[in-house]
T-cell receptor
Framework: DQQVKQNSPSLSVQEGRISILNCDYT??????FLWYKKYPAEGPTFLISISSIKDKNEDGRFTVFLNKSAKHLSLHIVPSQPGDSAVYFCAASAADYKLSFGAGTTVTVRA | EAQVTQNPRYLITVTGKKLTVTCSQNMNHEYMSWYRQDPGLGLRQIYY???????DKGDVPEGYKVSRKEKRNFPLILESPSPNQTSLYFC????????????FGPGTRLTVT
């Protein structure tokens, strides 16, 4: 049973607008969360992370929000650019080195 | 250049023919891991290693073997591949520091007929 869920398989957004990607988790032991970005024919690359002691982390155009009580996190991309078109994976870890991944959300940024 | 390399990148094989996918990293990372990516399931961990001669099962280890004889290398072995092992495989590495992001290789597309 997947402990990390990304319920939206795809998202289409116009260039310049905000992209919001959502992720839910079930394991209350998860205390560190990451977003990875993946282009076709390449491996995933790290994008941004957040510890459970925070509720927001920002890095340039990317912001991750964590709502522990709802076991929900989201990634905001503002403004969206054509190069942001990729698959985005949410991942989480508990007190070990193991990562649990969601199924991914494919983002398409329209010109 | 810091990187994780995998070989081969593409492989088509037949059921039962043993194969090895190699993984090598040049960052002196202690932790290495193998994942498979399947549609609708994301990445699932197969095996991981926290250092030389230390390996452990991930979520989907059945049908796979690994070894870690050198720090830089972590090969994935399929002794008797079956069609349900057709997938996209990724190797990853990181320092043995809690919550450090993992660096992924470019992937190996395996098809078992």
């Amino acid at each position: 049973d997947q402990q990390v869920k990304q319920n939206s398989p795809s998202l289409s957004v116009q260039e310049g607008r905000i992209s919001i990607l959502n992720c839910d988790y079930t394991n209350s032991m998860f205390d560190y969360f990451l977003w990875y970005k993946k282009y076709p024919a390449e491996g995933p690359t790290f994008l941004i992370s957040i510890s459970s002691i925070k509720d927001k982390n920002e890095d340039g155009r990317f912001t991750v929000f964590l709502n522990k009580s709802a076991k929900h996190l989201s990634l905001h991309i503002v403004p969206s650019q054509p190069g942001d078109s990729a698959v985005y994976f949410c991942a989480a870890s508990a007190a070990d080195y193991k990562l649990s991944f969601g199924a991914g959300t494919t983002v398409t940024v329209r010109a | 250049e810091a990187q994780v390399t995998q070989n081969p990148r593409y492989l088509i094989t037949v059921t039962g023919k043993k194969l090895t996918v190699t993984c090598s990293q040049n960052m002196n990372h202690e932790y290495m891991s193998w994942y498979r990516q399947d549609p609708g399931l994301g990445l699932r961990q197969i095996y991981y290693s926290m250092n030389v001669e230390v390996t452990d099962k991930g979520d989907v280890p059945e049908g796979y073997k690994v070894s870690r004889k050198e720090k830089r290398n972590f090969p994935l072995i399929l002794e008797s591949p079956s069609p349900n092992q057709t997938s996209l495989y990724f190797c990853a590495s990181s320092p043995l520091i809690r919550d450090y992001e993992q660096y992924f290789g470019p992937g190996t597309r395996l098809t078992v007929t």
